[in-house]
């Protein structure tokens, strides 16, 4: 009688694994059903893993690297080629008007600027390799440059943060210099110009960078630092592997995000308050502006809970309203739409301003974590 049921019962639970375990959704895999409120399709565009991607600050269209710089409507499907080249990074401006993005050549970096049109506005030379953008305020680019001399013992690698105004002159000022092994360099190769991450703050006062270091009888590393634009100050708030992804700021300057890249990904409150702890590593995050919705390594959790996993995504990124979010994976683009999302509440300029100070004497050790977070609650 076993002999009989045992290979329909083989065959029920293989069903069951394929129908539960991986599911398909516009040929975007899935382990398990999405909720009902979620809707997937496919979006007609070719793509590379690790070619850049930035959603307008409108949230109605996309800047691309797939195959050449590209901005794409998703709800029109209109397309615009801006350059034949393939950027290694791109960023709108606050306001959405121009695309800033870096085009590498060699050993040297092109930034230039777009209109919104497409029209080339304004170009920079750069020595070393430029695969961070972000557009801070002022406005102004920052661009994290990385410049490698090989020796016969090893690699040295200078970090230096760029601003640059679209026009004129740009300023550098170094962040970082390390030496690393001759088998470190030769193991990680070109990738030791991504370990050089960048994120800035919503109220522009502060960065999040990563920097490598490799101690004589340690592994390498990548140190997570906060540094205070205006100071100068920074600190470490955490470590990672090489292989980590890119940390990130929620939308009030105070919430940090970043993985490991080997066992977790830390939520914080602040340079030293962990809020939660997430079980993955953190080789890609996005997060929508409250951290209401998170995208980790494929994982999709709402409000801390894990509500889908796309086992073959390579990269996520929220729209800046965060109700949809652009899933990289199988050398394509996928558009998950449905999620919702609470919009933070403006500052008015008088709170920001009195926001932006007590951030500085934080980072100037001039008030404690404790007083700072009285004042601030004060000046919400």
Request: with cysteine; hydrophobic share 40%.
């Amino acid at each position: 009688m076993m002999g009989q049921l045992l290979p329909k019962l083989l065959v029920a639970l293989l069903a069951a694994l394929l129908f539960f375990g991986l599911a398909g959704c516009a040929g975007l895999k899935t382990l398990g059903p999405l909720p009902e409120d979620l809707q997937v399709r496919k979006l007609p565009l070719p793509y590379e893993e690790g070619a850049p991607v930035a959603w307008h600050p409108g949230g109605g269209k996309l800047a691309v690297g797939a195959g050449r710089l590209l901005i794409f409507d998703p709800a029109t499907g209109a397309v615009l080629t801006v350059a034949e080249e393939i950027p290694a990074a791109l960023a709108w401006s606050g306001d959405g008007r121009h695309l800033a993005a870096s085009f590498i050549r060699e050993e040297e970096s092109f930034l230039r600027i777009f209109a919104e049109d497409g029209r080339e506005l304004g170009e920079l030379r750069v020595a070393g390799r430029i695969h961070r953008l972000v557009w801070g305020p002022g406005p102004e680019i920052l661009a994290a440059v990385v410049q490698r001399e090989d020796y016969a013992i090893g690699a040295k690698l200078d970090y230096a943060l760029l601003r640059w105004a679209g026009r004129g002159e740009a300023q550098s000022s170094p962040l970082h210099s390390t030496m690393v092994r001759r088998s470190t360099a030769g193991y990680f190769g070109d990738r030791l110009y991504r370990t050089f991450h960048l994120a800035l703050a919503p109220l522009g006062d502060e960065i999040l960078y990563t920097r490598l270091h490799e101690p004589p009888a340690n592994r390498p590393h990548l140190r997570v630092m906060l540094r205070h634009l205006e100071s100068g100050r920074e600190q470490e708030i955490g470590r990672a592997e090489l292989d980590s992804g890119a940390p990130l700021f929620l939308a009030d300057s105070d919430g940090l995000l970043y993985g490991d890249g080997s066992l977790h990904t830390y939520w914080l409150h602040g340079p030293h308050r962990t809020i939660t702890t997430f079980p993955v590593p953190g080789y890609f995050l996005a997060a929508t502006p409250t951290g209401r919705s998170l995208f980790i390594d494929g994982r999709l959790f709402k409000q801390g809970e894990e509500i889908a996993v796309f086992p073959e995504a390579t990269a996520g990124y929220f729209s800046p309203l965060g109700n949809s979010l652009l899933i990289c994976a199988n050398k394509g683009l996928y558009l998950l739409s449905g999620l919702d999302e609470d919009h933070p509440p403006e500052l008015a300029d008088a709170a920001k301003q009195k926001l932006l100070q007590l951030r500085q004497w934080r980072a100037e050790g001039l008030i404690s974590a404790a007083d700072y977070e009285e004042a601030r609650r004060k000046v919400e």
